[in-house]
C-alpha cells in the first residue's frame, strides 16, 4: 500500500486537480480514494486491480465535488472562482486549455484527462470509467471536437 501510494499518489492528485481546479480538494479526493483502497484492500481479487479501483475512486471523488461546488455556486448565484495557486501555474494558454476542458460534460472532460494526462489505453479508460472501448473511443473524438471548437472561440 506504501509502494502505491508513492508511486501514484503525486499522479492522482495531479488529475483530480486538473478537473477541479482546487489543490486542496484534489488533495482530499485523493486521500479519500486510497483510504477507500485501504479499508477494501482484502476484499481486492488482485493487486492489479488496486489502481485501477484508485483511478475509478479519485474520478467518483471528483464528480461528488464538482456537483456540490455546482450546487453551492447556484444557491449563491457566483461563479466559481479560480484559485490564485493554478493562475500562476499555468500560462495563458494552458489556462484557456484547463477553462475549455471545464466546460466539456463530465464524461468528456474525463476521458481526455485519463488519455492524454495519465496516458491510459482505451482498455484502461473504460475499466476506470465503467463504460465500453467503443463508448470511450466515441467519447474521446466528441471530446476533442468540442475541445477544439472552444479554444477557438476563446481566441
Known sequence: MTALYREHALGLTRMAYVMLGDRTAAEDVVQDAFCGLYRRWEHLSSAEKALPYL????LNGCRTVLRGSLRQARADHLQPVVSAESMILGQEQRREVVAALRRLPDRQREALVLRFYLD???????????????TVRSTLYRALAALGI??????
Open 55 to 58: 483511478r475509478s475512486s479519485v
Open 120 to 134: 491510459l489505453s482505451d482498455a484502461e479508460i473504460a475499466g476506470d470509467m465503467g463504460i465500453s472501448k467503443g
Open 150 to 155: 472552444a479554444l477557438k472561440e476563446s481566441s
